[in-house]
């Protein structure tokens, strides 16, 4: 089964938006086995979407749109569809209370434009949309599938996964392609490269790496792929396994709050640099306020004294960006909260702050339990938002790899 | 001129790699005045790149292609061009000494597989790269031209840059194109776009709605288009001023870090909900600990009596996720920092935590001066990362009116 994505938008094509959506779906679809032979960008314009769907239609037997479907005037993906196929455009009552309902629920009237989001072409079936008000649309013709989805990449992920896949899963039945991806931390790509140097199969291998860590992607197309995968990914833990903390899209944060719920240990937070980056990384995870007893971002000199009991003699002795602070700070923070672990994080994120002796991207990093009170130095880059990424997961890293001995401790 | 970008490479249909090469082009084509009307990618295969560029050259008169100019199996964008063009390959002594001497550098003896990349279409002009190996090419055919370049995001730009935007500029003489963006908040697309509703000229202008509000672009192609920006952004200002905070790429917690240095005040933040975000917003701005004085992350009830001086009493009576408590949190950062606004929100961001009188969404922003506490009740939806975003900038909002208020005064 080969399939075309057409994403629509002078958004797209001026290069004000990046298209992601054409690259999530060919991802979702690649992991059905299904093709993706073209990707085509055309503008708000009736002609230019009209032939694009006459000429993914003519080469390929899927096609999934995205983008127009909203209430303005240059929406006019739905208007060049009804017309192609030559559907009436309907009032769809039931689609119109829920966009009321939509508008209601925040204490909003419904705009009187947003009628046009429950026209719909006649005979064609319907996509609910959870998170907006524009639904989406299937129309089987022949042989061949076209889906319309809205441009907003959360409402068009919610729909492709429960309208789109479901369908075309049924209609592609093909070859097995298997893909796993282990998450590692705190390595750079090289040397995780070097580490992993005797890998059979090094060729099923992609090295993708970000600010909070190097992906290792395996991808295998097989009658056997499951299994392969797997005896992939263990060699892989045995030669590196000490940086890989997850898989798939898992996130550092999502690993260290299931370590905190088994532990039963509670978490507090003490920032300088990062400015509340670790707290809001932590509080992303559901049921977060299970363990994360509290943050403070300690900015001035002032609340690190007020709000972590730290001494204006240490500050003043070693700097606010110290080691001997950073340790306080964490220390601080346990105590005063009466949570069982205290993190903490002091340096320079930049560009402005540094000193002779403390350049732009140093860091203290801290963690303190009952037992002990540690802290780490570490030099990043010159780029204030990449050192504050940077910086939390390196705390967050410090804070993981306690986590295990703890949990190993506890067994 | 209208142009078309194609994109080449199985790993862009696979959405193992994110096209950002169209969108860079775009971009600069745009400034240029020269409209992008179609963006195409494909894969490896000839058939398709042959297909590509037939259709590229039957509806645009500048094509630009990226991708699969280098020295292995699956890259063939230069023998598709030779065949569609009948241009013979030759050798270019020159090209494989430069080469041959990029590896030696590195100390490495050059693959055989590397003199593919000295094989030139004859009667073609040569772009060099000086980053990699692949020479781009530019052939002008009646009144069309069309550019080969490397799929590397780095050496793409650089042979952009050097040897394409020069040439395309002369192409396109002069029509001046201008554009601006005008930065919304607390309005929803549908009824900015009411309000809108006199406006002249509303073809130049495009609705881009995101977490943080709606952005409006105008952009206009005309002799005059400076001139006629400017117009439709003050009629705009004229019936939306109100919701207009910015420009451009600027974002709220910048206007805020302008107006609080400007009006030398300082902030101190209390947040729940939010998690952190507010303060990681805050201090994402340059030099923001001139002004931010700290930010706590209050998440256990114990934290905002312990750190927020708050009474047991009011959280018992009426709840964490009240006004009382978000009033409580506000005057109490304020006044215990000694910073002149206190900023606090407290809600339930979802999925857990909602009961029967306070559903998930729901959420107090309260906002505390020296002369008065005030706060606002909001409610949002059910998604947690969205709600994090949206209550940041619900809150970051209402600070910023109060800011723009309290300008007004000192004047």
């Known amino acids: 089964m080969k399939a075309e994505v057409v994403t629509i938008g002078n958004e797209i094509l001026s290069g004000d938006t990046v298209d992601t959506n054409s690259a999530f779906i060919g991802q979702k679809l690649t992991e059905l086995g299904i093709q993706v032979e073209w990707i085509t960008s055309v ?26 479907l909203g209430p303005t005037h ?3 993906t739905k208007k060049v569809f009804a017309r192609l196929f030559q559907k009436r455009l309907v009032l769809d009552e039931q689609i119109l209370e829920r966009v009321r309902t939509r508008f209601q629920k925040r204490g909003i009237i419904m705009p009187q434009i947003n009628v046009e989001q429950a026209m719909v072409p006649e005979g064609v079936k319907l996509l609910e949309n959870r998170s907006g008000t524009a639904p989406g649309f299937h129309l089987e013709q022949g042989n061949k599938h076209i889906f319309l989805l809205p441009g907003v990449p959360k409402e ?28 590692t931390t705190g390595i750079s790509e090289s040397s995780l490269f070097e580490k992993l140097k005797g890998l059979k199969e090094m060729a099923s291998v992609a ?57 039963a240990l509670k978490l507090a937070v003490a920032e300088s640099c990062t400015g509340g980056l670790i707290a809001h990384r932590l509080t992303n995870i559901p049921g977060s ?41 964490a220390a601080g923070v346990r105590k005063l909260s009466g949570a069982d ?48 990424e940077r910086m939390s997961q390196a705390a967050l890293e410090m804070l993981w790899r306690k986590l295990k001995v703890t949990a190993k401790e506890y067994q």
Chains 1, 2 share one sequence.
Request: one cysteine or more; a neutral charge.
């Open 207 to 263: 090295f993708l790496p970000g600010y909070s860590g190097v992906d290792i992607r395996i991808t295998i197309r097989d009658s056997r792929a499951g299994e392969r995968v797997q005896a992939v990914a263990q060699q892989i833990r045995r030669l590196a396994g000490d940086f890989v903390y997850g898989t798939g899209k898992e996130t550092l944060e999502e690993i260290i709050g299931r370590q905190l719920r088994e532990s």
């Open 289 to 329: 306020s299970d363990y994360f007893e509290r943050g403070v971002v300690t900015y001035s000199n002032e609340s690190k004294i007020q709000l972590l009991g730290i001494s204006a003699e240490t500050i003043r002795r070693y700097g606010a960006v110290s080691a001997q602070t950073a340790e306080a700070m």
């Open 43 to 68: 503008g708000d314009r009736r002609e230019d979407i009209g032939q694009a769907f006459e000429a993914a239609l003519g080469r390929v037997d899927l096609v999934i749109v995205t983008g127009g």
């Open 74 to 76: 240059d929406d006019v």
């Open 341 to 388: 672990i205290g993190l903490s994080i002091t340096g320079i994120a930049g560009p402005t702050g540094a000193t002779p002796t403390k350049p732009v991207g140093l860091v203290f990093i801290s963690l303190s339990t009952t037992e002990e009170t540690v802290s780490k130095r570490l030099q990043f880059g010159d780029d204030r938002l990449v050192n504050k």
């Open 156 to 183: 068009m992920r919610q729909m492709l996964a429960g309208g789109v896949l479901p369908v075309v899963k049924e209609l592609a039945r093909g070859e097995e392609i298997c893909r796993l991806t282990l998450r």
